[in-house]
């Protein structure tokens, strides 16, 4: 079993920026592609951000593109998701997932999830 915890949302301007962390606990990081989701009452979890275990790859959603920066430091077992110029429709409940292997746009694929914390856009 993994355990992930998320941390660092809050309620923001729009304009404005907020660091997300997701710490992993449990058994082994590595080998173990991370990606972050969102989602918004009544509406499925959308892909937002995935990085590989070693970090050198990373995709991103359209609508985040330029916007946020996903990465990751497995000495800490952390990846994080740096958001710059948010926007009111980013808000959501944002969630990371881990899986191993490559990552996945589908929220299907991913194996263990954390709880979520709110990001909250105000315009």
């Known amino acids: 079993q993994m355990q992930l915890v998320e941390s660092g949302g809050g309620l923001v301007q729009a304009g404005d920026s907020l660091r997300l962390s997701c710490a992993a606990s449990?058994?082994?990081?590595?080998?173990?592609?991370m990606a972050w989701f969102r989602q918004t009452p009544g509406k499925e979890r959308d892909f937002v951000a995935g990085?590989?275990?070693?970090?050198?790859?990373?995709y991103y959603s359209d609508s985040v593109k330029g916007r946020f920066t996903i990465s990751r430091d497995n000495a800490k077992n952390t990846v994080y998701l740096q958001m710059n110029s948010l926007k009111a429709e980013d808000t959501a409940v944002y969630y990371c997932?881990?899986?191993?292997?490559?990552?996945?746009?589908?929220?299907?694929?991913?194996?263990?999830w954390g709880q979520g914390t709110q990001v909250t856009v105000s315009s």
């Open positions: 449990g058994r082994t990081f590595s080998g173990y592609a």
């Open positions: 990085i590989s275990w070693g970090g050198a790859s990373t």
């Open positions: 997932a881990t899986k191993y292997g490559v990552y996945y746009i589908d929220a299907r694929r991913y194996d263990y």
